[in-house]
């Protein structure tokens, strides 16, 4: 059996980058182990409690409407759609105040001036500072394979925006926040976002995180029917030109012959061919060490590989919720709006929380718990049975608990309950409302994407040496392979993890360059 090409993994940058395939004519194949493709984008019915949808993956998919691929791919006429609620953000505290951020700039530099009016300063002045810099270099430069840092350095040094993106970027997020803003919960604040994207806060070189975050215009969106729904669309669009996703499938071994990538052998023993060329959207360790023989492996491919880092404090513990009613606030009282925001963090009151955080994961401890979720019914009602609601909270928490993840096996539901008495500390009529619920910790993830290698679930840390161009490892950051016809499309290239799809829409334009097709979409 053969195809023009074979994509290992159908989460959703193998999925974009299969369905542009598709429409430069090309006959392709992904294998994919799980019984469904999407990867991250999976909706879940409870077994015991038909009609209860739950998004035990990605749920928030920021400015998802605004990605390239998502209108050149048509996925609205296939079936995705998108809710970006106004009141996107509520960092609600244990005294009922709420620090609020809208999709309204100035409705959120409101909240930030009931906590201090000097922060509502620094927030309007670097998102002024920092448009620019987002529209003209970062957005674009996620958009498209990155520079050698060397140049990219030399041509941002030219502009204005280049040279206050370098200076800002020399700082860590941490000194960033501490120097602009001086409100402990707006700090604590924006350094939370800063670790969603799992940004170390102490590591210099990405201080502009931060005022990226306060100049984008893009906010958190969630998709209508679940997260599931959007990989539906996609596999519409991959199968509408002709592409295949094989399921419960895994490859065993890449074939090379001649310094060239020629297809792959299944586990199940069957060779398939790829006449042009095989694109890898696992993490390198899978890709170069488990995948190929060693002696098709360069042995400094084979040490970049195996140093491949990932994020100690990116794996998450769920909690999700079955429910008679949605969670009400106690601070609803003084803050109506709060039953509309799409995201409430929980447990956050202080900066000094941040050392805690990371200290607990460095021994593989609980830390008091912070946590961050939705009621997604509150939006879209199609996710549980008529007037009943499903919600969540995630909990950032070590991989290894107490230094062996399998410990996670028997304290996991002892913790989902632990996290729930905080929960209802702030929404007492969680209480009875519960008719079910269950947990999943980052060695469930991992056990689920085996690609999100210790329940990372960027699929590899934002560092120096495993960033833009030389992400995930310097030498493979243009999405090939050491031999021709190998590629990497995943959350291990650039831009990196999360529901973007981009290192899919870039590795599609190298592609396309290398296999001289003709495309109109390329930036
Ligand atoms: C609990 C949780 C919450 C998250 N929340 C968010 C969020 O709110 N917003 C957001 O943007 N992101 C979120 N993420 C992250 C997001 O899901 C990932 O960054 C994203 O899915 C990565 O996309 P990908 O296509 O690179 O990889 P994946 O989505 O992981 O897809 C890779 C695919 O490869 C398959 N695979 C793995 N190994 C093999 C193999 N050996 N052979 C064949 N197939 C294989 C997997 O089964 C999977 O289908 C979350 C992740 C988790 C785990």
Redesign the pocket.
Known sequence: MSYDGIL???????LVLQAYLGKAGLRTLS????AA????LVTTEDPRHPGFRHN???????AITQMPWYRELQLERRGARYLEPELNVALVQRDGNVLEWWTDFEKTAASFARFSPKDARALRRWRDDFVPVLERIVGPESRRPPLPAAQRRALLEKSREGRLLLETSALSPEAFVLREFEHPLIQAGLLFFNGLREVDLRCEGFGHHIPILLAASGKAQMCIGGSGQLAQALLEAVGETGGEVRCRS??RRILVENGKAIGVETHEGERILARHFIAS??NPQ?TFLELMDPGDVPADWRGKAARFTYNLLAP?F?LYLSLSERPMYQAEENFPQLSKALMVILGLERYGQFPEIVQAHEKGEIPAPVMWGSTPTVFDPSQAPPGRHTAFM?EKLPYRLRGDAQNWDGAKDAHGSDMLAAWRRYAPNLGDAVLDRFSRSALD?ERN????REGD???GAFTHGQVGDDRPFPGAGQYRGHVKGLYLC??SSHPG???TGL?GYNCAQVLYADLGLAGDWAP
């Open positions: 290992l993994g159908a989460g959703h940058n193998a294998l994919e182990r799980n493709p999407g990867g991250g035990t993956h990605s749920f928030f998919h920021r895994a490859p959207s696992l899978q998450l769920g995630w993830t994407l085996p690609n999100m679930l960027l699929v995943g959350s993890g999360n529901v290192p």
